[in-house]
């Protein structure tokens, strides 16, 4: 049988805050848990200020009396007392200055693992700054919280038709029974009709091949896509057979970013300048026929004869590279720069770097998931090549790109 847990507030340390009134009376509006909140608030903003004016940069600054401030909680509007500095330099992580909104300490613990700090780096901060001291198990509580609304997202419904699709994948090391093993985080990034980004999903796969690939393609067609028209890829095994199984229209295009930085990994450094200008000469060709010459004309020349594996990888991948040839300029710019994936897998490549290695499967989605869902909400322009790109796809897909607008 287990012990009852003693609760963590003394009970005579709660009948001297109650005060022999009524404990209901505890939750109305302008109540003890009000007044606790008032209490707690302020005493945070005020180490929050200590904290402010103890750096070196603040050495002569001082504090300047206090402001009010309306914010709104669950229970209505509470008036708090904001401690001011006389050079106006202070801005509290608690609230923020145009802040409104009371945050919970949810989804501040939230909001700094999404950052990337780890649980214990969390503990730290919140006793540092707020001298409140919680437990690592807690928040590991609060963050596996988050592991229902991964489940949601990644089941809700999507457009049904997306002009671009990026499939990437990034290399994360996770704890599986005793050893530490590399798996790789699959990310769909999807491309409206007017331009703007949206992440379809992330699946976690330790060995991806054809079967794996066709599951995704299938998840993302019971989710309401019903075509892609032009999907670039990482050259990854079995990739574009399971796509065109089940969007057989797609066009699949190798990104040319991930098949230059494959072909630099052969190279030395000294040489990845000269070498990188020469490959220049092939994905940069009016078209395929000309590309192929400038190929040939590579694996003959010095650099070819010096490094013979980057013509062997770049025809290998020839037959989802000459698509690439087929569009304007305009579109070629969108597929090559690929500035939206690279960006995205650059915060995410830092936080699996300041992680080492994640404790399971769980812990690595939930992160990657916060980080994904954070870099959607600071999307707000299109890509600046789409304007142009959109009528180009308007004239080479047609009645299909058509129906993408409608969507």
Not at 141 to 150: G, N, P, Q
Not at 239 to 262: K, S, Y
């Amino acid at each position: 049988m287990s012990r009852r847990k003693e609760p963590t507030i003394p009970n005579e340390l709660l009948d001297q805050l109650l005060a022999g009134g009524a404990a209901s009376a505890a939750f109305d509006q302008g109540g003890l848990l009000d007044s606790l909140k008032k209490a707690l608030t302020e005493r945070a903003l005020n180490a929050e200020m200590d904290h402010h004016l103890g750096q070196d940069d603040q050495t002569d600054n001082n504090r300047n009396g206090y402001g009010r401030k309306t914010v709104m909680t669950d229970s209505g509007k509470l008036v708090i007392e904001v401690p001011r500095d006389r050079q106006a330099s202070f801005d509290p992580q608690l609230i923020a200055k145009y802040q409104r909104r009371f945050p919970g300490f949810d989804e501040k613990i939230i909001s700094m693992y999404a950052r990337g700090m780890s649980t214990r780096e969390i503990v730290g901060h919140l006793h540092d700054l707020y001298g409140i001291d919680v437990s690592p198990d807690l928040i590991s509580t609060v963050t596996d919280a988050v592991l229902d609304e991964v489940a949601s997202w990644q089941q809700r419904p999507l457009d049904p038709v997306y002009p671009l699709v990026f499939f990437d994948a990034i290399r994360v090391k996770i704890r599986d029974e005793g050893t530490v093993c590399n798996k790789a985080i699959h990310i769909a990034l999807g491309v409206r009709a007017d331009g703007h980004k949206e992440v379809l999903g992330l699946w976690l796969e330790q060995n991806e091949g054809a079967k794996f690939w066709l599951r995704v393609m299938n998840e993302l067609k019971h989710r309401g896509t019903d075509d892609i028209l032009l999907a670039v890829v990482d050259g990854l095994k079995g990739f574009p057979d399971a796509i065109t199984a089940v969007f057989p229209e797609t066009i699949v295009q190798t990104c040319i970013v991930h098949l230059l930085r494959n072909s630099m990994a052969f190279v030395s450094w000294k040489d990845r300048k000269s070498l990188a200008a020469a490959l220049k000469t092939i994905y940069r060709a009016v078209d395929a026929d000309a590309a192929e010459k400038a190929l040939t004309a590579f694996e003959a020349g010095p650099w070819g004869q010096r490094y013979p594996a980057i013509g062997q990888s770049w025809r290998r991948a020839w037959g989802e590279v000459i698509p690439f040839f087929a569009f304007p300029d305009d579109v070629r710019r969108i597929i090559y720069t690929t500035n939206a994936i690279e960006s995205l897998n650059a915060k995410l490549r830092r936080a699996v770097r300041a992680r080492g290695h994640f404790p399971s499967d769980e812990a690595a989605t939930k992160l990657l998931y916060l980080i994904l869902n954070r870099s959607e909400k600071e999307w707000r322009m299109p890509p600046r090549e789409w304007t142009m790109a959109k009528a180009q796809f308007a004239v080479i897909f047609g009645e299909r790109f058509i129906k993408a607008m409608q969507a």
